[in-house]
């Protein structure tokens, strides 16, 4: 799989995790964690990874790993 970069909004705290792509072409992550010891961080890794269908390996946070707007670099290559 070629990597793809997709800038994701992060909503924690969230009744379900889900992910969605919003019109102007960002992606929506609820989350269920809270942004407390990077768990949030790491559902974000395994939801995208689980919609792509790769490894969580493939996913890496390349920008925003403390803030709501994250970059993340998903495939290899």
Do not use: Y
């Not at 924690?12 to 964690?33: E, F, H, I, M």
């Not at 790491?42 to 970059?71: M, N, W, Y």
Request: aromatic content about 2%; proline content about 4%; hydrophobic content about 40%.
């Amino acid at each position: 799989m070629a990597s793809v970069t997709l800038k994701v909004r992060v909503k924690p705290n969230a009744r379900s995790s889900s992910l969605a792509q919003a019109s102007d072409g960002t992606w929506v992550a609820k989350l269920k964690s809270l942004p407390v010891d990077g768990r949030a961080n790491e559902e974000l890794i395994a939801l995208v990874a689980d919609h792509f269908q790769c490894p969580k390996d493939d996913v890496v946070i390349k920008a925003g790993s403390s803030g709501r707007t994250k970059i993340l670099k998903v495939g290899s290559g």
